[in-house]
Nanobody
Framework: QVQLVESGGGSVQPGGSLRLSCVASGRIFSMYVMGWYRQGPGKQRELVATVNTSNRTNYADSVKGRFTISRDNVKDTWSLQMNHLQPEDAAVYYC??????????WGQGTQVTVSS
């Protein structure tokens, strides 16, 4: 079992920045890929960014150049730095962990609001 807890959501104006963090506990040694997904109103959940144990990152085209995912192996956390936020980035953001066993775990979600 892996437990994930997100923090850092909130409300910003367009062009602003937020940093989301996810803290993992439990069978953290078995995590293979860590990531962030988001689900906007009336939309399906979509990938935002992932990072694996080799620190290889992957980003959705819509956030490339604006968002940065990073991980801290010592603290078992990963973060999503979001810059130049736009209204279309507003969503509930979920952190995600995929284990070597292919099990998938999700955090509870944190709301990001972008409006003027």
């Amino acid at each position: 079992q892996v437990q994930l807890v997100e923090s850092g959501g909130g409300s910003v104006q367009p062009g602003g920045s937020l940093r989301l963090s996810c803290v993992a506990s439990g069978r953290i040694f078995s995590m293979y890929v860590m990531g962030w997904y988001r689900q906007g109103p009336g939309k399906q959940r979509e990938l935002v960014a992932t990072v694996n144990t080799s620190n290889r990152t992957n980003y959705a085209d819509s956030v490339k150049g604006r968002f940065t995912i990073s991980r801290d192996n010592v603290k078992d956390t990963w973060s999503l730095q979001m810059n130049h936020l736009q209204p279309e980035d507003a969503a509930v953001y979920y952190c995600n962990a995929v284990l070597y066993s292919a099990q998938i775990y999700w955090g509870q979600g944190t709301q990001v609001t972008v409006s003027s």
